[in-house]
């Protein structure tokens, strides 16, 4: 009988350990420099770590096996384009599992040291800045979770084609990636595009007019210059804004964030929008009955904002506008 996924991953992580226990990742690293160029080591070399990495692999084991890929046979058989979209669907369900975006990190760094082994062909997109950074950045973060004290401060000092970007994910909460999925119904004042796990979601305009016509040339803007080459520059540049106006450092989730917190105070003040919202995101008649009630209301906004940030389920909401 073939091996399970599961087993073929332990086996990969046994070898890294054993090949890696007693020698000093350190000295291994400037050896690999010297031989590479890359200052890095491709082994295990506490017990400690091989514990947390087992753990967040036979954790994605589990994912895998909900999806119907138990066996090796099965893994090999799964198209690139596929296991891409399976490791956007596992690291969206941490997220929504609570977990934090250093627990997120330590299960990103397991399967780059243990998938590529036996799927080299996911190297690249496991090791992609923006990708690793979009995946963590989700989780729960250690310190208060809002958006930047300033981020406007933070946008004027970005470059223009880093700023547009910005903007664009205050507007719409965008996740960095999905603006090149992202299509502009002019017509019916709503955008449509591609999340994680590749389902697809409107964002509705219709009282929001102005803010469309800008989010609509934006994107039209941004998708021109084939962005998503340069993410890598674009967290630079962040990073670089948020030293010079003396705020702390989020990525470019921290728009996310703010876009969350903006929406939660206009649903609030517009029922009507928040009614026409409702229906349109498909909420059941127990959700909608909420607006009704000044005590039962923030179901509804969580219902609406969860749905047009992409995720599933309403608590998420929560994660981005409550302090």
Not at 212 to 234: P, S, T
Not at 241 to 246: E, I, L, N, S, V
Not at 292 to 305: F, L
Request: net charge positive.
């Amino acid at each position: 009988m073939e091996n399970k996924v599961r087993y073929v991953l332990k086996h990969v992580l046994d070898d890294l350990y054993e090949l890696g226990k007693g020698t000093k990742r350190g000295r291994l690293k400037q050896q690999m420099k010297k031989l590479t160029g890359v200052k890095e080591s491709h082994f295990i070399h506490t017990s400690k770590t091989k514990v947390r990495y087992e753990q967040a692999v036979m954790k994605f084991c589990d994912f895998l096996e909900q999806q119907g890929i138990k066996r090796e046979k099965h893994l090999e058989k799964t198209s690139t384009e596929e296991l891409q979209r399976l490791i956007d669907g596992y690291f969206e369900k941490l997220a929504e599992d609570g977990l934090s975006q250093s627990t997120i990190k330590i299960h990103i760094a397991a399967l780059e040291k243990t998938l590529e082994v036996i799927r080299p062909d996911i190297k690249e997109y496991l090791e992609n800045d923006s990708n690793r950074i979009s995946w963590w950045s989700e989780g729960v973060a250690s310190r208060k979770r809002e958006p930047y004290a300033d981020p406007e401060a933070i946008r004027q000092r970005l470059k223009e084609e880093h700023r547009i970007i910005a903007e664009a994910q205050a507007i719409a909460g965008f996740r960095v990636r999905e603006i090149s999925k992202t299509t502009v119904d002019r017509e019916n004042y709503k955008v449509i595009t591609k999340g994680k796990g590749g389902r697809i979601r409107e964002i509705h305009f219709e009282h929001r007019k102005e803010d469309f016509e800008k989010l609509a040339d934006l994107i039209e803007k941004i998708q021109e210059q084939e962005y998503e080459k340069h993410l890598k520059d674009y967290y630079k540049d962040i990073k670089n804004a948020c030293k010079a106006t003396g705020q702390i450092y989020n990525a470019s989730h921290a728009f996310r964030h703010e876009y969350a917190h903006e929406r939660e105070k206009e649903l609030r003040e517009n029922k009507e929008e928040l009614k026409t919202l409702l229906d349109k995101y498909g909420a059941d008649e127990k959700t909608k009955e909420t607006v009704n009630n000044e005590d039962t209301i923030k179901e509804a906004i969580d219902y609406v904002i969860t749905r047009e940030l992409g995720h599933n389920r309403s608590r998420m909401s929560e994660y981005y506008y409550k302090s």
